[in-house]
């Protein structure tokens, strides 16, 4: 089992920038990637950004590429999601996640190959 527990997140403006983290503890050896979506009311579960447990590579859906930017500290077992230029549309509940399962550039996006998902923090960004 994998436990996983976002903190940051709140308030902010157009513009600002925030940093979540997301401290795994557990069996994280077993980990294969961790990812970030967003749920805001009304609407589905949206991909963020991912982290491949064994490459580090990243990977950034169009909305926020260039703006987000995932990283981790193996030491600490914790995963970032550092966000730059914040927009109203990023209002949003933020969701960590991880998997063991393989995945492709097109399943890393998907919910269901998560088996472990945190809590999730809200991110509200004001015009």
């Known amino acids: 089992q994998v436990q996983l527990l976002e903190s940051g997140g709140g308030l902010a403006q157009t513009g600002d920038s925030q940093t979540l983290s997301c401290a795994a503890s557990g069996r994280t050896l077993s980990l294969s990637g961790m990812a970030w979506f967003r749920q805001a009311p009304g609407k589905e579960r949206e991909f963020v950004a991912h982290l491949s447990w064994s490459t580090a590579g990243t990977y950034y859906p169009d909305s926020v590429k260039g703006r987000f930017t995932i990283s981790r500290s193996i030491a600490k077992n914790t995963v970032y999601l550092q966000m730059n230029s914040l927009k109203p549309e990023d209002t949003a509940v933020y969701y960590c996640?991880?998997?063991?399962?393989?995945?492709?550039?097109?399943?890393?996006?998907?919910?269901?190959?998560?088996?472990?998902w945190g809590q999730g923090t809200q991110v509200t960004v004001s015009s």
């Open positions: 996640a991880a998997r063991r399962a393989p995945g492709t550039s097109t399943t890393i996006t998907t919910t269901q190959l998560y088996e472990y």
